[in-house]
């Protein structure tokens, strides 16, 4: 349980304050949720995969709010994805470096 008293060392991570740097990632469709098929392509493997767009970011994402346009039908690895989660601060962090 966290100590309500507790002083926070950092401010939380919401994607509110994020670039979306997790709609850079190479996202594959391992399950079947629904994604709309405009929205995928093939890897090199053959693997149904979240296209990209030319300049890498996903073809999903609402340039205008950062927002995922097919959000309740999104892959499975999307819903894992936890906001401030261990991968989601690995790949902010990354991305604070380039």
Known sequence: MRDPDAVPTQPPV???DCAAVCCRMEVLCITETGVPGRFTRPNPGGVP?????ADGWCAAL????????????RPLICRDFEMGGTDCLAERAR???L
Do not use: V
Request: include cysteine; charge should be neutral.
């Open 95 to 97: 991305w604070a470096t």
């Open 49 to 53: 995969s979240m296209d990209r767009l």
């Open 62 to 73: 609402d340039r205008d709010n950062l927002r995922c346009r097919i959000y309740e039908r």
């Open 14 to 16: 919401t994607c509110d």
